[in-house]
Structure formats: C-alpha cells, structure tokens
C-alpha cells in the first residue's frame, strides 16, 4: 500500500518569456495597490526591474523598492525589509532576484501581515500568519525558492536559521526566462548544479514525506538541468537552454519543498555562512563527496537510488553497468561537472584553511532538520572526514 503523503507548491505558476514586464497584469489585482518589491542593489543597478516596477503602476500600484538584500541575507536586511513593508502599509509583497531576495521577500510578506516575532517562527511549521499577498520572479536558475515553503536567514556567528511553513508559499510564481539572460557563466554554473542538488537530494531523502510526485519531478527536473547546464553557461544567450534550466530549477524546487535536501545542504551551510561562499558553488564543493559516503553503505539504498539518476541527468551513461557500477559512474561525472564548468572544486581554493574544518563540522551538526533526512546518518566526525576530503 502507498504511504500517505502531503504535496504542496505555488497555487499559481506562469512560465512565459517577457512576463516579468507583465506584472501588473498578472499579478496587480492580487498585490493591491501598495507594493513592496525586494531586490539586490545590483539587479536595481541594473534596471532589470524596471519594466516589472512600471507595469505595476501602470496597473495602479504604488511600488516602494527595498534593494539592499545580499547573499546569505542577514537578519538585520530582514528586519529592515520587515520595518519598511509595515511603514508603508504594503499591501502587497514582490520578490525579484535570486534566492536571497526571494527568501526575504517571504519573510517579509510574513512578518509584515502578521507582526508576529521572527524567533517564534524559526524551525518547521511555526510560522502564524498571516501573510501579506506575495509573488516571486526568479532572475536566477537554482534555488527553486519561488515554489518552496522555506526561507533561510543568516543570523549571529553565521548560523543559517530557517522558517519552513507552507504559509510562505507566494500566491504567484512568475519564470521569465529572459530574466536570466545576463547571468554571468561563474553563476549560471554554481546555481545550476544548486538545482541538481536539490533534485538528487529530494530523490534520496530519508524523510517520511519523500513521496511519487517528489520522485517523479526530480527525475524530470535532472533531465532538463543535465541536458542544459553546459549549453546555458557557456552560450548564455540561449534562450532554450534558459528557459530549459529555469524550469528545472523550479521542478527540483517543488521536489525538494515537499521531500526535504539532506547532508549536502547541511554541510554546505557553514561555507556560506562563515566564509560567504555562494550558497551553489557550497553545494557543489561538498556533493561528490557526500554522496560517496552515502553510497559507501549499502544498507541505506542511496546507491541504487543515484544510480536510477544517472542516465536522466547524463544519458550517456545508460544503465546497464549494474547500481554499483552505476552509482559511482554518476557520482564522478558530477564532480568532473563542477570542474568542467569553471567552477572550484576544492574548500582550500574559496579561503578556506585546514584549520577551520572542525569548527565547519561542529556547525554542520546544527542543521538537524536537514541531516535526519540524509540516506546515511553523519556524525561530527563523518563531517570531518567530508570536509577533509572536499579541502
């Protein structure tokens, strides 16, 4: 008999190239007439919200702009952004960026419609609500955040705090494929190797919830980010190989929101966190080598389950080389992955020395919520020896 299992995602989801500059369109009557749209300073910088910013007063908005979201957003940028949505009386909340804009965006929706306080609602199913009416525009092709009830904030000695409810799914996710055109190839690579994380980890999660449409999406989700991520980073003005990855991107969004990531996220954590390394490229300096340690016990099934994997993400491989032959096969193409990209394969080459890996393995072992998940249960020590051999 099945297991019983919840799935949530977006209520609503456009995917069209040219959408953002429809906003007002498609999301005006529902954000009302005060907006509060959260950015970064260099998409503002940039005018790639303009076009949003003036559809949405040609509908009869009034948009205030918070453009001061980082990487690894703070709790201190979250509570301005809080304090900012309350002055104006927002009635409405947009968030346009990559992941760290959309995370405050949510929180912000949250805390802004409900006054509730942020440190009783850290943790799985804490948040109140209400919520202000809330829309995402991705500009980034990896973390998914549009259709995931998670927000994650950096708050003191660099810990990763989250809030995860289904309350902080936006009423609309709007995928403008043109929106990531401009990427540059070091992000483009970090943050589509983010999204095949997050696939691969939904796929093999030990929690409960690990449910057929998690599984079914993360495979889907695989088969387009492996047959377009070498494609978008190297001819970024494809647009088929964009729209190709934002829509995987959002697919191991789904996939994971509602079968949560595991040990990688766990242990990329205090690389963002303490040394600001891009929450993607963390993901993928530690993946290879967590999934070895997973496959190295055969007891807990990850080895069959990546192997499944391998030839949705990298055809080529096929599968006739039997789980373990498999297994390992999928686990190299992705490490060699990483360095064909461009990107850094190795913790010592972000700033990261020898010395800081017991504290890093010490920090990881926090992230309870995501390692009670992981196919294999890691201890401080198994972290150690990760970290060891991913520096």
């Given at each position: 008999?099945l297991?019983a299992?919840?799935?949530?995602?977006t209520?609503?989801?456009v995917?069209?190239d040219?959408a953002?500059?429809r906003?007002?369109e498609?999301?005006?009557?529902?954000?009302?007439?005060r907006?509060?749209l959260v950015?970064?300073?260099?998409?503002?910088?940039?005018?790639l919200?303009d076009?949003?910013i003036?559809?949405?007063?040609?509908?009869?908005?009034?948009?205030t702009?918070?453009?001061?979201v980082?990487a690894?957003?703070?709790?201190?940028t979250l509570?301005?952004a809080?304090?900012?949505?309350k002055a104006h009386?927002?009635?409405?909340?947009?968030?346009f960026?990559?992941?760290?804009s959309l995370?405050?965006a949510?929180?912000?929706?949250?805390?802004?419609?409900s006054?509730e306080?942020?440190?009783?609602?850290?943790?799985v199913?804490n948040?109140k609500g209400?919520?202000?009416?809330?829309?995402?525009v991705?500009?980034t092709a990896?973390?998914?955040?549009?259709v995931?009830?998670?927000s994650?904030?950096t708050?003191?000695?660099?810990?990763?705090?989250?809030?995860?409810?289904p309350?902080i799914?936006p009423?609309i996710?709007?995928?403008?494929?043109g929106?990531t055109?401009?990427l540059?190839?070091?992000?483009?690579?970090?943050t589509?190797?983010?999204a095949m994380?997050?696939?691969i980890?939904?796929?093999?999660?030990?929690n409960?919830?690990n449910?057929?449409?998690s599984?079914?999406i993360a495979?889907?989700a695989?088969r387009?980010l492996?047959?377009?991520i070498?494609?978008a980073v190297?001819?970024?003005t494809?647009r088929?190989?964009?729209a190709a990855?934002?829509?995987g991107?959002m697919?191991?969004?789904?996939?994971?929101?509602?079968?949560?990531?595991?040990?990688?996220h766990?242990?990329a954590?205090?690389?963002?966190?303490?040394f600001?390394?891009p929450?993607?490229l963390?993901?993928?300096?530690?993946l290879?080598h967590v999934l070895r340690?997973?496959?190295a016990?055969?007891a807990?099934?990850?080895?069959?389950l990546?192997?499944?994997l391998?030839?949705h993400?990298?055809?080529?491989?096929?599968?006739?080389?039997?789980?373990?032959?498999?297994?390992?096969a999928?686990?190299?193409?992705?490490?060699?992955?990483s360095q064909e990209?461009g990107?850094?394969t190795?913790?010592?080459?972000v700033g990261?020395?020898e010395g800081?890996?017991?504290?890093m393995a010490c920090?990881?072992?926090?992230?309870t919520?995501?390692?009670?998940?992981?196919?294999r249960?890691?201890?401080?020590?198994d972290a150690?020896?990760i970290y060891?051999?991913a520096w």
């Open positions: 008999m297991a299992f919840t799935f949530n995602t209520a609503r989801i995917f069209e040219g953002a500059a906003l007002g498609i999301a005006g009557p529902r954000l009302g007439s907006v509060l950015t970064d300073p260099g998409l503002r910088k940039l005018g919200c076009p949003a003036a559809s949405l007063e040609a509908a009869g908005a009034s948009v702009v918070f453009d001061r980082e690894d957003p703070s709790r201190v509570m301005a809080s304090e900012l949505a009386s927002a009635t409405g909340v947009v968030g960026g990559g992941g760290s995370d405050i949510k929180l912000a929706a949250l805390l802004g419609g006054g306080d942020i440190d009783e609602a850290w943790g199913g948040a209400p919520r202000l009416p809330l829309v995402l991705p500009t990896g973390t998914g955040s549009e995931t009830p998670v994650i904030i708050v003191e000695d660099g810990e990763k705090r989250g809030v995860s409810s309350l799914l009423d996710a709007v995928l403008d494929a929106l055109i401009g540059p190839a070091a992000i483009t690579a970090a589509g190797i983010d994380v997050h696939a980890e939904a796929y093999a999660s030990k409960a919830n449910n057929p449409l599984r079914m495979i889907e695989l387009l492996g047959a377009n070498e494609t190297f001819d970024g494809n088929q190989a964009r990855m934002l829509l991107s697919l191991a969004g789904q996939a994971f929101a509602n079968s949560p990531v595991a040990a990688v766990a242990l954590y205090p690389i963002g966190g303490i600001h390394v929450h993607g963390s993901n993928a300096l530690v290879p340690f997973n496959a016990e055969t807990n099934g990850s080895e069959r990546y192997a499944e391998a030839p993400a990298f055809p080529d491989l096929g599968d006739e080389g039997g789980s373990q032959a498999n297994c390992a999928f686990i190299e193409r992705l490490a060699s992955l990209l990107l850094e190795k913790l010592r080459q990261i020395g800081d890996l017991a504290q920090d990881a072992m926090k992230q919520r995501l390692l009670v998940n992981n196919p249960e890691v201890t401080e020590a150690l020896a060891r051999a």
